[in-house]
């Protein structure tokens, strides 16, 4: 009797806060996988993402059979079944906010933001009652955004490189299932033409969007990422050991290096860099130094250095690049792929200083 009392109690409580309960879902998969994503080469969490999609391609297939008044759900199923829809929202939380943390790491803020922003925007889209309504044709496009997120990372992975060919294949795999779940689920509609063109223009659009932010650029150049940047006044490399020497106030504890470089004599500016990369890959990073031009209102280069990188270092590959001939102004270093991706930037001053006085060293372990 007290069991059946709390069981009606719960059911009252989840009725009156019933509109919380898919955010709550999309929520808890969001801070799912914040907290239990790792290195994007490990094998587990991709073995997860792959367990999430094929999930939803199952449960995309069972919800299209549903839509026939006559069907009933899988044996197993059958106390799940009730929040499938619920469930599908979990997994897609689980996987954009995956993707939203890899496309975090390997973008550039000045150049990947709005891309960024969009995938933020799609994964909070997914929680919006209206466009929730859209059924299965919004899942779809979804899905087909998260396959195509998946191959764009997973592919670099097995190959070694990045490639705008692998990104096309990418986008061409996605496209291709997601394609031949549209063109089995028209088989049973009255109208299997109207039925493709109804679910597949969605699908196309977002995969053409894909196509066009790569290449204006916009999208980050997963898997690479910056896990270290600084600019510094001294690098000093013993065995395995780097030291670095920069001026940095002790109040500015969150950042690396120099904001201000206030240089002396003839002394370089160097920039330090750790790129991570995964296990077996092999790339050539560019470091691009400019200066802004006070009249022009722009960055004008000064000089492109390229840094030939390894994976598998959980920390990242270490590497640095120094200037001796510069002048003072306002300075900016974008870490960027050969094709001009941008991974990474350090935005610093640099002041002459025609002082004499000792100076305190900031050092620290790169």
Not at 55 to 78: A, D, E, R, T
Not at 244 to 264: A, K, M, N, Q
Not at 268 to 283: D, E, L, N
Not at 285 to 309: A, C, G, S
Request: proline share 5%.
């Amino acid at each position: 009797m007290i069991a059946t009392e709390r069981f009606e109690k719960l059911k009252t409580y989840r009725s009156r806060y019933s509109r919380f309960e898919a955010p709550a879902f999309f929520t808890a998969g969001f801070l799912f996988d914040v907290l239990t994503v790792t290195r994007i080469d490990n094998w587990i969490q991709i073995s997860k993402h792959v367990f999430f999609l094929v999930s939803l391609g199952w449960f995309l297939i069972l919800q299209h059979k549903s839509m026939n008044p006559q069907w009933i759900p899988p044996k197993i199923l059958n106390k799940l079944w009730p929040h499938q829809i619920r469930v599908s929202h979990f997994l897609f939380g689980n996987l954009l906010s995956a993707f939203v943390i890899f496309y975090f790491k390997s973008a550039s803020l000045s150049k990947s933001g709005i891309f960024l922003g969009l995938v933020v925007l799609v994964m909070l889209l997914n929680e919006v009652p209206k466009v929730r309504a859209l059924g299965l044709r919004f899942r779809l496009a979804l899905f087909s955004f998260c396959l195509a997120s998946f191959f764009i990372y997973f592919y670099p992975l097995m190959a070694g490189f990045l490639s705008p060919f692998l990104f096309i294949l990418a986008v061409f795999t996605a496209t291709l299932i997601t394609g031949f779940f549209i063109y089995r689920f028209s088989n049973s509609d009255p109208d299997p033409r109207a039925f493709q063109e109804q679910f597949g223009i969605p699908v196309l659009a977002v995969q053409f969007l894909l196509v066009m932010a790569y290449f204006f650029k916009v999208i980050p150049p997963v898997p690479l990422y910056v896990s270290f940047a600084g600019i510094y006044h001294r690098v000093e490399k013993t065995g395995d050991e780097v030291t670095l020497y920069s001026l940095r106030p002790w109040y500015r504890f969150w950042s690396h290096g120099d904001v201000t470089f206030e240089s002396r004599d003839s002394e370089p500016v160097y920039c330090y860099v750790r790129v991570f990369a995964p296990a077996q890959f092999s790339h050539q990073v560019i470091l691009h130094w400019q200066l802004y031009n006070e009249k022009l209102k722009r960055f004008e280069t000064q000089d492109r250095i390229p840094m030939q990188i390894a994976g598998g270092r959980q920390e990242g590959f270490r590497g640095y690049t120094y200037k001796s001939n510069f002048q003072s102004g306002r300075w900016r270093v974008e870490i960027e792929t050969e094709d001009e991706r941008a991974i990474g930037d350090l935005s610093f001053t640099i002041n002459r200083d025609t002082s004499i006085n000792p100076r305190d060293w900031r050092i620290e372990e790169g």
